[in-house]
């Protein structure tokens, strides 16, 4: 990652609590703070509770974009710097999925509309695993990202194999799921947005052990 997308991030995730500031005027007295899985308001508060949600959902993006693009600095294996671009690139994607949803979330309530939250929140979820599925094919062996299971780390010709399937596993089921949780009810989203996690997480696991255990058989 350029030196120019390292200086914009840093707008970007500062974006929402700029926005907020601006149509500060706009935002009710009461407004939602709290969501249930399918959407549903579950907690109300006052609009200075909102401003501290938003500024504390902001520190929580710099944190976890700082956590993720520098991990591979403590990860003892010796080939964990080769990952030092792909994590970049994965932390900046995941800074603009947090943005953009904490400024839909900003603008629906200003609108005083939050209908269409779960929808755009599950269709961003979508593109960001397909976002990590482009850069998960060349993930080198690590301790803090990817599939990490005894057997993979152990082989990197497991390592290897088991992310190539992941990563376009990822890209094309993220986009597909981006594309059906824009035409599902809420209530449908959750128990699709859950079947189709458990393809992606699973799918590579019972993969990489049978490359394992085929593996495992061919020295005996």
Same mark, same amino acid.
């Given at each position: 990652?350029?030196?120019?997308?390292?200086?914009?991030?840093?707008?970007?995730?500062?974006?929402?609590?700029?926005?907020?500031?601006?149509?500060?005027?706009?935002?009710?007295?009461?407004?939602?703070?709290?969501?249930?899985?399918?959407?549903?308001?579950?907690?109300?508060?006052?609009?200075? $509770?909102?401003?501290?949600?938003?500024?504390?959902?902001?520190?929580?993006?710099?944190?976890?974009?700082?956590?993720?693009?520098?991990?591979?600095?403590? $990860?003892?294996?010796?080939?964990?710097?080769?990952?030092?671009?792909?994590?970049?690139?994965?932390?900046?994607?995941?800074?603009?999925?947090?943005?953009?949803?904490?400024?839909?979330?900003?603008?629906?309530?200003?609108?005083?509309?939050?209908?269409?939250?779960?929808?755009?929140?599950?269709?961003?979820?979508?593109?960001?695993?397909?976002?990590?599925?482009?850069?998960?094919?060349?993930?080198?062996?690590?301790?803090?990202?990817?599939?990490?299971?005894?057997?993979?780390?152990?082989?990197?010709?497991?390592?290897?194999?088991?992310?190539?399937?992941?990563?376009?596993?990822?890209?094309?089921?993220?986009?597909?799921?981006?594309?059906?949780?824009?035409?599902?009810?809420?209530?449908?989203?959750?128990?699709?947005?859950?079947?189709?996690?458990?393809?992606?997480?699973?799918?590579?696991?019972?993969?990489?052990?049978?490359?394992?255990?085929?593996?495992?058989?061919?020295?005996?």
């Amino acid at each position: 990652m350029n030196a120019i997308l390292r200086r914009i991030i840093w707008l970007i995730m500062l974006i929402p609590a700029v926005y907020l500031l601006i149509i500060w005027k706009q935002i009710p007295q009461t407004v939602p703070l709290h969501f249930d899985l399918k959407g549903t308001v579950d907690k109300y508060g006052t609009k200075h $509770d909102f401003i501290t949600l938003i500024l504390s959902l902001t520190i929580v993006n710099v944190i976890v974009y700082l956590l993720v693009s520098n991990i591979y600095k403590i $990860d003892p294996r010796k080939n964990a710097s080769l990952n030092k671009e792909r994590m970049k690139r994965m932390a900046f994607g995941v800074a603009i999925y947090l943005s953009a949803i904490w400024i839909m979330l900003i603008y629906e309530i200003a609108h005083n509309d939050v209908s269409m939250t779960m929808k755009f929140v599950f269709g961003a979820v979508g593109l960001l695993l397909a976002f990590i599925g482009n850069n998960m094919c060349n993930l080198k062996p690590n301790y803090f990202a990817g599939i990490r299971l005894p057997w993979t780390l152990e082989n990197e010709d497991n390592w290897r194999r088991t992310h190539q399937l992941a990563g376009r596993l990822w890209f094309f089921g993220g986009i597909i799921f981006a594309v059906i949780a824009l035409c599902l009810t809420d209530r449908s989203i959750i128990y699709i947005g859950a079947a189709f996690l458990a393809v992606l997480i699973f799918v590579p696991v019972i993969y990489s052990y049978s490359l394992f255990k085929n593996q495992t058989k061919a020295h005996v």
